[in-house]
Each structure stands twice: as structure tokens, then as C-alpha cells.
């Protein structure tokens, strides 16, 4: 009897300790769902697949956040280097732009074979992201088939509302208004990706945001399966930084430190061998993270749409330590992306 009192107290206890346990991050989580997912792929002998924007409850988009979900996932996926590949997110949006489908409607058994047959996959895997609480937010995910739409896998987990996930949903899915005076919808128009060795730059999208500024979104991804990356943003000599955005009329928009988010601005040192720049903010290897950029035109300036030319300037490096990221080189990033009407 007292063994028995003892295990039961013991158990409550345990109980205890896992109810208060701290959720992981959202990489953790989803690097421990890719896992799970890779092996029912590799069950169900699928040879290629291809990960949609997780959405809400009711299908609808859930934003950056939605769509870092199914980039992270797409590079886990990847890295769990199993016996099946993954289509290049870049390369999806192309195919569900030209043949008009969305992944609304893709749980339907004529819309998924149609991108199987587009896209050749045979697989697709997409879910949907809940909030539990104000501090923990659940994910769903489940592989379908593009032969029969059937369910042949799911995934579950969880992880918690930190910083970075709070600047992912503070960019929620732009939606058009007309007449309504708000934001301008630039969702329409592809974005476009630069690669500088290991870095590689995905200018998602360029808007007008409160009648007065446009924000670029960015993703920084590091293509090396091993090692680190450090990136910042490169400032002039007193620390503002130097990226610019000019309008179709020649107007050049500049951007400002409160306007960058999810990326540091790095100040350039040193000489020679001690070349180098500081702050840095870290990109694991095999992993991305988002960023957004606002620019602001001279005063009295207006906001036009049309095709803008963005340039960045970006300072890289695998070498870092305490002092900062040393060793670095420089690139800068020219695209030229449409702000609709």
C-alpha cells in the first residue's frame, strides 16, 4: 500500500512538472514536426512534395506567419534528407500564379491533381495554426495525396508566442480594400530572389502602407547545411542605414531604424584581417528568418504605384565571436518590384 501511495504521488508529481513545462520555439517545433512528417512521406513511398502556407480554421492565410511556417518546414524537410524531394516554395507560387489555384482549394480531389500534374509532386502537406492562449499557439499538419486527396499522415505540436513570432503576426496577409483609404495590396505581383553565396535574399513583397510608406518583406536564408550566418544591414557612418527604394516618378525612399524588423543594422570595423561588422544577427544553418523594411519619401513627397527599384546593401559572414561578426564581405541587392494600385 505505501509502494502504491508512493508511485501515485510520484506520478502527480510528474504530472505536474510537464503541465508548467516551457513550450518550445517555433523552429524547435516545427524541425520536431518535419520530422514526423518526413517519415510518413518516406511510409507512403512519396518521391516529391510540396508545403502550403498553413492557414487558419477557416482557410484563410495566416499571413508571414503562415508562410514561415511552410518555408521552415520545406527546409527541415530538406535536411532530414530522406528518400524523396521538396519543390522549391519560390517555384510553387510560379505554379499556382499561372494556373489560378490556391491552396484554399487544393483539398479538393480535381484541384490537387491538377497541381500533382503542374507541379509534379505527389504529395502535398499543409495545416492550420491555432491559438491555444496568449502565450502558446498549436499547429496541425497532414500530407494529401494529389492522386485521391486522401490523408495518408499528419503531424501535431506547439510552441510559444516569443518575439519573433510576435513580429510574424504583426504582418498578417495584406488584403485589398478599395475605397477604403488603408493599405495598397501588392500580393499580385512575384517577388524575387538573389543568392550570394551561402545568403540568399527573397524580396517577397512591396506595399504602400498607411498612405505614406512602403514596406518591403524580406526573407534571409542560409544555405549552408552546417554552419551559421550572421547578416546586418549596412549603415553610413552614423549608424543610419543605407537601403533605398525609388519611386517610378525618381523619388528616392529612404529607410529608418524603427522601420527594420527582425534584422539588426551592422556597422562596419576594422582593417585587413580585422574587417568586420557589428551587431549581426544569426541565421542557422539550413534555416531563414523574416525581416520587413519601411521606406519614407522627402516630406510632401507622394506614394505612387508602378514598378519601384530596391537596393540593399548587406554585410555576411560565417566568422563571429563575441566582438561581432568578423571577416565579412558585402553585397548589394538591386530588384526592381511592383506596388499595385
Sequence with gaps: MKTTTCLVAALLGLSGEMAQAEPEDIDSALSTMAGSLATDVTKQEKKKVAVLDFTDLQGTTHGELGRYVAEQLSVDLVMAKRDFSVLDRANLQKILAEHKLNSKGLIDPDTAKKLGMFAGVDALI????????????????????????????????????????????????????????????????????????????????????????????????????????????????????????????????????????????????????????????????????????KFVPPPGAPISTGTWTVQLELLQSHDHTSMGAKNHSSQTCMAQLQVGK
Aim: charge should be neutral.
Design 126 to 293: 499543409m495545416g492550420t495554426i491555432i491559438p491555444k492562449s496568449t502565450t502558446i499557439v498549436a499547429l496541425n499538419a497532414k500530407i494529401i495525396t494529389t492522386d485521391t486527396a486522401e490523408i495518408v499522415g499528419a503531424a501535431r505540436g506547439e510552441f510559444k508566442v516569443d518575439t519573433m513570432v510576435q513580429q510574424l503576426v504583426s504582418n498578417p496577409e495584406p488584403k485589398p480594400n478599395p475605397g477604403s483609404g488603408g493599405d495598397k495590396d501588392s500580393s499580385d505581383s512575384p517577388g524575387v530572389t538573389k543568392t550570394f553565396g551561402d545568403l540568399r535574399v527573397e524580396l517577397k513583397t512591396l506595399r504602400i502602407v498607411n498612405m505614406n510608406a512602403v514596406q518591403l518583406t524580406v526573407s534571409l536564408s542560409n544555405g549552408n547545411p552546417s554552419k551559421s550566418l550572421w547578416v546586418g544591414l549596412a549603415t553610413d557612418v552614423l549608424g543610419n542605414p543605407t537601403c533605398v527604394a525609388t519611386s517610378p516618378d525618381g523619388i528616392e525612399c529612404r529607410s529608418y531604424p524603427a522601420g527594420i524588423l527582425g534584422i539588426v543594422r551592422g556597422s562596419a570595423f576594422g582593417y585587413g584581417a580585422q574587417t568586420g561588422f557589428t551587431p549581426a544577427s544569426e541565421i542557422p544553418a539550413g534555416q531563414s528568418i523574416p525581416a520587413t523594411i
